[in-house]
Nanobody, 115 residues
Framework: QVQLVESGGGLVQAGGSLRLSCAAS????????MGWYRQAPGKQRELVAA???????DYADSVKGRFTISRDNAKNTVYLQMNSLKPEDTAVYYC?????????WGQGTQVTVSS
């Protein structure tokens, strides 16, 4: 059973930065893909960014140029560097991984951006 442990959320002013981390454990296999989703109140969960074992990446249009996803394969850890944060980035951010075709989710971490 894969477990995802997130850290790094919090409160920041608009224009500020935060870095989220998520470590995967419980499997001898590295995740094929790791990433971050977010869900704001009253909205559907949406993909923010994903990184594949090949190191290719995918970003939501709304965060391109501001957020950077990276991955340490040796540690099975994914990072999300968030710069130039906006109030509309406020949401619960969920770490995600897919290992051997099975999806896993973290417990979520709150990111709040004040104007």
């Amino acid at each position: 059973q894969v477990q995802l442990v997130e850290s790094g959320g919090g409160l920041v002013q608009a224009g500020g930065s935060l870095r989220l981390s998520c470590a995967a454990s419980g499997s001898i296999f590295s995740p094929a893909v790791m990433g971050w989703y977010r869900q704001a109140p009253g909205k559907q969960r949406e993909l923010v960014a994903a990184i594949f074992s090949s190191s290719s990446t995918d970003y939501a249009d709304s965060v391109k140029g501001r957020f950077t996803i990276s991955r340490d394969n040796a540690k099975n850890t994914v990072y999300l560097q968030m710069n130039s944060l906006k109030p509309e980035d406020t949401a619960v951010y969920y770490c995600y991984s897919r290992t051997l075709g099975v999806d896993y989710w973290g417990q979520g971490t709150q990111v709040t951006v004040s104007s």
